[in-house]
């Protein structure tokens, strides 16, 4: 099977939710207008950032059908389906292609981690087989999943048993597997650049479309950075990425970027709440001083 590739920026949007943990769905027709708003090409919902294994099945199907109905042609919902168990993956997946979505992905089980490539091929061709007609993305993401197998073995492995594989969400700082992976197969596969701090390196090495937590509230800066590669004006993509990597560190620091990513999405309009155990979320005192450091390092000017 052949699919178009995608292009430009894939937002890994927040899970809205209650002061209560429960979820808040009704905001996600705002959320898809803001993103529509800042061009972004799609969102890769229920995955790291979306804490899409923090959820029931029945929650991550509520979500993936709230996203999906906000979904056109030019802004395509990818569902991530991953879990410990592959027949529960393979049950959202089939949700997936009957609600409409775009495409499905999934990174490796995080419990029971397969020690082979073959066994993750196994893995994912069960997965996969659950949304026959959508393409199917692989989620590397070592540093979450813990599995760190070469991802050109398995491509090479799981080309001839998944019929409907796409290409990979490359969420890992290894670019030459990322490169070797770009160009395996006269250049069949999508590979998405999956670090946001390092999106220039990905388009460097010949990314055309990327998935990232801060994309929800920087997308034109990021936007800014993909014309000036196409343009050559390497020293101002450098310079732009750079802002990027400020704002990053400081939600490094905050108990990380899903933590603070989703505090900040209320200073830009769209209030996705708190995120739920085992996260840290922040105390008020954080809180005042994250604020402030993101308005000192000039985020609004942005």
Not at 62 to 77: L, S
Not at 128 to 152: E, K, N, T
């Amino acid at each position: 099977m052949n699919f178009k590739k995608i292009e430009g920026l894939i937002a890994a949007p927040f899970t809205p939710m209650k002061g209560d943990g429960s979820l808040n769905t009704g905001l996600i027709p705002d959320y898809v207008t803001k993103l529509k708003n800042d061009r972004l090409s799609g969102v890769f919902i229920c995955g790291t950032t979306g804490e899409g294994m923090l959820m029931t099945s029945d929650e991550r199907k509520e979500v993936a059908e709230k996203w999906i109905a906000e979904q056109t042609e030019n802004f395509k919902v990818i569902v991530h389906v991953g879990s410990t168990s592959s027949k529960q993956s393979y049950e959202l997946a089939r949700h997936a292609q009957e609600t409409g979505a775009y495409a499905v992905g999934c990174m490796g089980p995080v419990f029971l981690s397969p020690s082979t490539v073959e066994d993750l091929v196994d893995f994912c061709a069960e997965v996969a087989s659950g949304a026959r007609d959508l393409p199917f993305y692989y989620y590397h993401i070592p540093s979450v999943s813990g599995v760190s197998l070469s991802m050109v073995d398995f491509l090479q492995k799981a080309a001839p048993v998944i019929p409907n594989l796409a290409g990979i969400k490359f969420t890992h700082t290894n670019f030459m597997e990322m490169q070797q992976c770009l160009h395996l197969h006269y250049g069949k596969w999508d590979i998405l650049s999956g670090f946001d701090e390092m999106l220039l390196a990905g388009l460097a090495f010949g990314a055309k479309g990327a998935v990232g937590s801060t994309f929800n509230f920087m997308a034109p800066l990021y936007e800014q950075i993909i014309s000036d590669f196409n343009t050559g004006n390497i020293t101002a993509a450098r310079k732009n990425q750079y802002k990027s990597v400020k704002i990053i560190e400081i939600l490094v620091k905050y108990h990380g970027a899903i933590v603070s990513g989703k505090t900040w999405m209320k200073s830009v309009g769209i209030d996705c709440g708190k995120c739920r155990y085992p996260l840290k979320n922040m105390t008020e005192s954080e809180h005042e001083s994250f604020i402030k450091e993101m308005e000192a390092a000039g985020f609004f000017d942005m």
